[in-house]
């Protein structure tokens, strides 16, 4: 390999969120890798840095140029320039399209679990969330159709958020799933926001489907958001793109980042954005090579160590969906248990709605010594709340 991704950036006190913890603990939760970014991206932003000028910014050609440019090369479906608009966030363009594309009292669709923060975009805004719960069998989640269509044909309900590779389930919906997802939204005119922030993140099987490369017709009424943030881990860099083919709609989405106050990049929003889409391929495809080995790591440690757990398969981002309904009814219970008796720090599924009380999620985006040591705390801890 090109690029190290068996040492971690020491970043206990330096302000970050996963590292907040106390001594001894190993915090493998919230969605941030513990790898080093590509270089190319960290001697752009120190080339910025040099400048010692930091007055307001706007994006330019050479940024809506290098997002195409990667969904051309690296998921071969090229979106035109004239549809994107920035944002300083996937999450705060969400919120802020949310409110200005739905009334208060709207219903807005999602599919459950899902990443909790789409419930607080909806319910802080003052908007109903229904949930189209994903149908698990056999390790595996499915749409439930049936479902879906009753609840998009509600006249109550005007958006739907697809998250696509799926957080926390790790599923990547097929082009056949997107096209009937949309074709659903469309008949029912409900506007589809797909969230497409691990879209960079698939390791394994045929790459995702960009809502926005669907037929013509079918794209009208959908918004996509990127970002280069867990592809490369630059979360704080606060930079995502919002990709709207149609013209009128685009109108309201801009008219609403503006409204929020989140369509103005900070210092480095862009050069990083810029270099990671153009300098950035290689870099990423090492580290879906590593992703696809602690993936193996993982379930093979799991399978001979802990058999009452069960995996669910995953091909796409780099989070562990934990089945632990035999070891308990509530997953909060057992991940308080784990921190608590060997300072292993895993989400509990809860939050995520659905069936997500049943689940942890384990973050295995690091090195694979320090997954080793997540893995023995994880064995540690279920042995020691077996017992109880
Ligand atoms: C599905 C999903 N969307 C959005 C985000 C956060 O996006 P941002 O930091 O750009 O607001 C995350 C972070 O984990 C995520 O998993």
Redesign the pocket.
């Known amino acids: 390999m090109m690029y190290d991704f068996q040492k971690a950036p020491a970043r206990w006190q330096t302000d970050s969120v996963k590292w907040d913890i106390k001594p001894g603990e190993l915090p493998l939760w919230i969605?941030d890798m513990d790898f080093f970014t590509a270089p190319e991206i960290i001697a752009a932003l120190q080339k910025k840095l040099e400048l010692g000028a930091f007055g307001y910014e706007t994006p330019h050609q050479d940024y809506f140029q290098a997002v195409a440019e990667w969904y051309t090369r690296e998921h071969q479906s090229r979106p035109q320039i004239d549809w994107f608009l920035f944002a300083t966030?996937?999450?705060?363009a969400l919120s802020a399209i949310v409110r200005h594309l739905t009334q208060a009292g709207d219903q807005i669709l999602v599919q459950a679990p899902v990443?909790n923060?789409f419930y607080h975009s909806i319910e802080n805004n003052g908007r109903r969330s229904v949930v189209n719960e994903l149908y698990y069998q056999a390790g595996e989640y499915q749409i439930d159709w049936a479902d879906l269509a009753t609840k998009l044909a509600d006249p109550l309900t005007t958006m739907m958020i697809l998250?696509n590779p799926h957080?926390p389930v790790g599923k990547v919906w097929t082009s056949i799933e997107i096209q009937k997802i949309a074709q659903l939204c469309q008949d029912n005119q409900v506007i589809l926001v797909a969230?497409e922030?691990?879209g960079d993140l698939v390791w394994a099987g045929p790459d995702y489907t960009p809502t926005f490369s669907l037929p013509e017709k079918l794209r009208r009424s959908t918004i996509t958001l990127v970002?280069p943030?867990?592809t490369f881990n630059l979360?704080a860099l606060h930079a995502?793109t919002v990709i709207v083919p149609d013209p009128d709609l685009r109108a309201r989405v801009e008219q609403g980042l503006n409204l929020a106050e989140v369509a103005e990049p900070n210092l480095l929003a862009l050069p990083g954005t810029i270099a990671a889409y153009s300098q950035g391929q290689n870099w990423l495809a090492e580290l879906k090579q590593q992703l696809r080995a602690n993936y193996t790591q993982a379930i093979e440690f799991i399978k001979q160590e802990l058999p009452t757990i069960r995996v669910v398969s995953s091909r796409a981002t780099y989070l562990l969906w934990l089945d632990v309904q035999v070891l308990t009814s509530s997953a909060t219970d057992l991940a308080t248990h784990l921190r608590t008796e060997t300072g292993l720090i895993l989400n509990a599924g809860t939050v995520y709605r659905g069936n997500g009380k049943h689940f942890l999620r384990l973050n295995f985006a690091c090195p694979p010594e320090m997954l080793a040591d997540g893995l023995q705390r994880l064995r540690q801890g279920i042995s020691t709340y077996q017992a109880k």
């Open positions: 969605a966030g996937v999450i705060p990443y923060i998250c957080n969230d922030i691990h970002s943030s867990k979360a995502a």
